[in-house]
């Protein structure tokens, strides 16, 4: 099996509302998750893309790439 790693870029925003941060990765649609602090916002986010990718190779469908500096 070939294995590959993928860049995306993640947005993080304060939730002002429940406090803490909300995660969202604007290549992958749907793509959303939160942390109590930045770090962990982080964190959950490289969680949620993994199951995304993985869920992506299950079903044969395409990865998308983000293309930077354009």
Do not use: Q, W
């Amino acid at each position: 099996m070939v294995s590959h790693t993928y860049t995306y870029t993640v947005v993080l925003e304060p939730d002002d509302e429940a406090g803490g941060f909300v995660a969202h990765v604007p290549a992958l649609p749907g793509c959303h998750t939160e942390g109590d602090t930045r770090d962990e916002a982080v964190a959950m986010a490289k969680d949620a893309i993994g199951a995304y990718v993985e869920s992506l190779l299950a079903h044969n469908e395409p990865i998308p790439v983000e293309m930077f500096g354009t």
